[in-house]
């Protein structure tokens, strides 16, 4: 039992000297799903009462988010867009919402 102990300690150690030499290996190398992204949007928009969300399209690419729809008002427009940058993997919104003149 103690030589399985000690066998799991050096691996542990080891694992962690690895970790700790390659900052890299840290970071993430899976990218934030496009399909993940547009509902997360989805959702946010829906949590916003300030937003129409059945009126609002949500479509991603790459990480980059198109809005599209009709908004009441330049403000509901902006905040739309605002929800839609605080995804996580979000990187940039094209927001195309009209408000009507």
């Known amino acids: 039992m103690h030589k399985y102990l000690v066998a799991a300690t ?11 030499d390659n900052p890299d290996m840290m970071k993430s190398h899976h990218p934030v799903k496009d399909s993940y992204i547009t509902t997360k949007v989805k959702a946010e928009l829906a949590a916003d009462h300030d937003t129409k969300a059945r009126e609002i399209h949500v479509t991603t690419k790459d ?39």
């Open 63 to 101: 990480g980059v988010v198109t809005l599209r729809g009709v908004a009441a008002s330049s403000a509901e427009k902006d905040r739309a867009e605002q929800d839609a940058m605080r995804i996580k993997g979000v990187k940039s919104v094209n927001n195309e919402i009209k408000v009507p003149e």
């Open 10 to 20: 050096a691996l542990a150690l080891t694992s962690a000297a690895a970790w700790a």
